[in-house]
Nanobody
Framework: QVQLVESGGGLVQAGGSLRLSCAAS????????MGWYRQAPGKQRELVAV???????NYADSVKGRFTISRDNAKNTVYLQMNSLKAEDTAVYYC??????????????WGQGTQVTVSS
């Protein structure tokens, strides 16, 4: 079994910063892409940022230039540095990872979510 545990959410004023972390643990042979998604009330879950095992990244247009995704492969951990936060960034943020528990197929796992609230 694989678990993803997020931390770092909270309440921040507009213009402030937060750093989210997500650590994968359990039966892990290999991790491919890791990423962050978010879901605001009444809206669908959307991709925020993703990082491949080799380090290439992709961002939603709404966060480009403000958010930075990174990973520490030795720690099986992905980070999301969020700067210049806006009220519209308020959402539950979910960690996502493509993990191979053993040599063979990859499966998608999700964290439990962490609330980010930006006050205007």
């Amino acid at each position: 079994q694989v678990q993803l545990v997020e931390s770092g959410g909270g309440l921040v004023q507009a213009g402030g910063s937060l750093r989210l972390s997500c650590a994968a643990s359990g039966s892990i042979f290999s991790i491919n892409a890791m990423g962050w998604y978010r879901q605001a009330p009444g809206k669908q879950r959307e991709l925020v940022a993703v990082i491949a095992s080799g380090g290439s990244t992709n961002y939603a247009d709404s966060v480009k230039g403000r958010f930075t995704i990174s990973r520490d492969n030795a720690k099986n951990t992905v980070y999301l540095q969020m700067n210049s936060l806006k009220a519209e960034d308020t959402a539950v943020y979910y960690c996502n990872a493509r993990v191979a528990p053993r040599l063979g197929s990859f499966y998608t796992y999700w964290g439990q979510g962490t609330q980010v609230t930006v006050s205007s």
